[in-house]
């Protein structure tokens, strides 16, 4: 509760300050933010603590607010700088921190009423940030496919929370707890609206038409948080439902086994290096999905793990993405060429950061995928087989995009606008690197849980 208090008298504080300063000052005032949150993972890690009346914190939920606060900051930091958004950027940020103070209250609510609407609000903002600096062309259509898919979705969830709240007069989520002998109906109902958020496949399809759309800064968001709050959501719901592995659970196993080889078929096709790095994250979305259906410890540290790491590692992609087509006005493969070989270090941040995603020892990516593969071979030997097939295949589109971006050659030289990097993307490319080094040597937290 002290955090949102901190929030909203900071930014109340920065209504009041001069619009060159109120960037700097809405930065700094994340950085605060994601500070205090940490005082959060002070606890056993063992139980939730709570808060208030309306709040409480555990080890999962105090993982993804710092990741928020860290997240939504390094996008304001990145935005600030880039043509697009200048002379509105005011708005901008005003609406990031709208959505930062709605996802936070999202992972710390304790009643799955609060928590639907929360969950569903966030998809305010974010549609304003795609309608407004969004692409000129596909910017109408990607929005429809958002609300259609994510409203749609949840909408089977509202009827189970609202049967909850007619059956048991409370839909508190840390004392009910209730196992029966659900149907495929009922569960399908609970999980399709989290599982389109991940998103699984084959629910997929919304997410390469917003990320193309969309700004460097919402998509960096939208890769970085908004991802990973289907995860959270299917955490929850699994300990308020006593879930165990059950039917459907295996059909989820086996369609997301199916979808990280398609994440991967379809990267090695894609020419658009944002398109590229949205597939990309609908095939590692697989790993979360398959640790947490598993219905193990190592299944759920793992998933944590893919989750907190992909968020830092796709929004640095996006970063990159933004940095580099701010060099040539495109974010095609070829045109960036020029402007990679142009500019030594931000070739060589293209070969950390791809490392990185394709999970190269000691990126803490490769401890997700080992225990999420244990899990999944725990249930049935056989799912090496995808899962050795997916490597394979993201090894070949990894190389494939930074071997065409440092070392191919164009038939037409492309201008490079070298006063469009400046030192304050290269920073925020720092700061999403730090935090994977803390996941490496923390990562054993969320066994505690």
């Known amino acids: 509760m002290s955090l949102l208090i901190l929030m ?23 950085g605060v933010w994601s500070a205090f949150s940490l005082t959060y993972w002070g606890g056993s890690g ?7 009346e309306l709040f409480c914190v ?18 304001i930091m990145v935005s600030s ?25 999202c992972f710390m609510v ?19 940030i795609i309608g407004i600096w969004g692409g000129q062309f596909e910017r109408v259509p990607s929005i429809q496919y958002i609300a259609a898919y994510t409203v749609g979705g949840s909408f089977p969830l509202l009827l189970v929370f609202t049967a909850m709240e007619l059956h048991s007069g409370s839909s508190f989520m840390w004392f009910i707890c209730s196992k029966m002998d659900f149907n495929w109906i009922f569960w399908t109902a609970c999980f399709l609206g989290f599982l389109i958020k991940l998103p699984a496949y084959p629910f997929h399809t919304w997410l390469p038409k917003a990320h193309v759309q969309a700004p460097v800064g919402g998509s960096v968001i939208l890769a970085g948080i908004l991802l990973k709050l289907g995860g959270y959501g299917i955490t929850r719901l699994m300990m308020l439902f006593s879930y165990t592995l059950e039917s459907f659970g295996i059909f989820v196993i086996v369609l ?8 991967a078929v379809m990267c090695i096709r894609q020419s658009d290096v944002k398109k590229l790095i949205a597939f990309s994250s609908v095939s590692h979305m697989a790993f979360p999905v398959i640790g947490l259906f598993s219905c193990t410890e190592v299944g759920l540290v793992g998933a944590y793990i893919m989750l907190v790491s992909h968020g830092f590692i796709s929004s640095g992609l996006f970063v990159l993405c933004g940095i580099s087509s701010e060099l040539v006005h495109s974010r095609k493969i070829k045109a960036m060429n020029e402007g990679v070989r142009a500019i030594p270090s931000l070739g060589f941040i293209w070969l950390v950061m791809i490392m990185a995603n394709l999970g190269v020892p000691p990126c803490p990516v490769i401890i997700s995928e080992v225990l999420s593969v244990v899990s999944a071979i725990a249930l049935w030997p056989w799912v090496f087989v995808p899962l050795a097939l997916y490597f394979v295949l993201s090894g070949v589109y990894s190389f494939s995009l930074y071997c065409q971006l440092t070392t191919s050659k164009v038939k037409h030289k492309t201008e490079v606008l070298f006063n469009e990097v400046t030192l304050k993307d290269m920073k925020a490319m720092y700061l999403l690197l730090y935090p994977l080094v803390e996941v490496l040597f923390k990562w054993d937290l969320w066994a505690m849980a």
């Open 81 to 105: 700088a880039l043509l697009n958004l200048r002379g509105t950027f005011n708005l901008f940020w005003v609406l990031v921190t709208l959505l930062a103070f709605m996802l936070v209250q």
């Open 58 to 75: 555990d080890i999962y939920s105090s993982s993804l607010i710092s990741l928020t606060l860290w997240v939504c900051g390094i996008s």
């Open 8 to 30: 909203v008298l900071s930014c109340f504080c920065v209504v009041f300050l001069n619009k060159k300063d109120q960037v700097v000052a809405v930065i700094n005032c994340f």
């Open 46 to 52: 063992v139980s939730w603590e709570s808060l208030s």
């Open 110 to 128: 304790n009643t799955l009423a609060m928590f639907y609407v929360l969950f569903e609000s966030t998809l305010v903002p974010m549609i304003s």
């Open 256 to 263: 997301s086994l199916y979808g990280s080889v398609y994440g």
